[in-house]
Nanobody
Framework: QLQLVESGGGLVQPGGSLRLSCAASGFTLGDYAIGWFRQAPGKEREGVSCISSSGGGTRYADSVKGRFTISRDNAKNSVYLQMNGLIAEDTAVYYC?????????????????????WGQGIQVTVSS
């Protein structure tokens, strides 16, 4: 059974860092691009980042460029999101998702329609 499990969330002060992990089971994660999304209270779910199956291609939302880094270890069937310089606006539930494709779309990498399976989400709260 295909499953994605996020971990590494929590409460952090502004300017702090967190590293989210997405562990996959039931399928070979290395065959697919993986995305990170987030949803803040009262807002639409938005794309944060995407990484291609090989790890050679990445995409970021403008709001996180230069602060977040996505990476993957296909041998461990895992994808990571290193989040530095966190701000209050980063507070949200973060989800990882498996793309239907091996590449992140050039113009629509954050289209939710391109992602077939989702984790249960993990809370990230940035507050002093």
């Amino acid at each position: 059974q295909l499953q994605l499990v996020e971990s590494g969330g929590g409460l952090v002060q502004p300017g702090g860092s967190l590293r989210l992990s997405c562990a996959a089971s039931g399928f070979t994660l290395g065959d697919y691009a993986i995305g990170w999304f987030r949803q803040a209270p009262g807002k639409e779910r938005e794309g944060v980042s995407c990484i291609s199956s090989s790890g050679g291609g990445t995409r970021y939302a403008d709001s996180v460029k230069g602060r977040f880094t996505i990476s993957r270890d296909n041998a461990k069937n895992s994808v990571y999101l290193q989040m530095n310089g966190l701000i209050a606006e980063d507070t949200a539930v973060y989800y990882c998702a498996v793309s239907k494709f091996s590449l992140c779309g050039a113009g629509s990498w954050d289209s939710r329609a391109d992602f077939g399976s989702w984790g249960q989400g993990i809370q990230v709260t940035v507050s002093s």
